[in-house]
């Protein structure tokens, strides 16, 4: 598996398991992940609490489970979040995941929080494996 074939079996929007740190424990919350142009986003508020805990720790890990050959199988990304206030990306986002719009009024609300996620280490999991192969990003 390489980077280009695990990206395929990502959809534009699906469910993920997001690990924040909050000093003392990991926090882990389902999410929506929003991949756009093989680039990894995920929508928040920004007085959510898992905000502080980015701009404390921005070292994340995210849960991914996908589907090969109608199997399920698992992507796993550590990396970092970075809150971005890109004009651009901020709009992008805004009308490819159309659920944010349930939140906020707009993609220049002043509490939507659109957050990327820059991979530092991939790995994939296939169905029926327990081996995590490291895939080059």
Not at 10 to 20: D, G, I, L
Not at 93 to 106: C, L, P, R, V
Request: hydrophobic fraction near 40%; include cysteine.
């Amino acid at each position: 598996m390489n980077k280009k074939e695990l990206l395929q079996l990502f959809e534009p929007m699906q469910r993920c398991w997001f690990a924040t740190y909050d000093g003392e424990y990991p926090r882990v919350r389902p999410m929506i992940l929003i991949k756009h142009e093989n680039r990894f986003w995920l929508a928040t508020g920004i007085e959510d609490a898992k905000t502080k805990q980015i701009l404390n720790h921005p070292k994340v890990a995210l849960s991914i489970a996908l589907k090969q050959n109608n199997e399920e199988c698992f992507a796993r990304v550590k990396g970092k979040a970075i809150y971005s206030n890109d004009k651009a990306d901020r709009k992008t986002i805004w009308n490819i995941a159309t659920f944010i719009s349930g939140y906020f009024d707009s993609p220049d609300h002043p509490g939507f929080g659109l957050v990327e996620i820059i991979p530092d280490e991939v790995t994939f999991m296939a169905s029926g494996s327990n081996i995590d192969e490291p895939i080059e990003w």
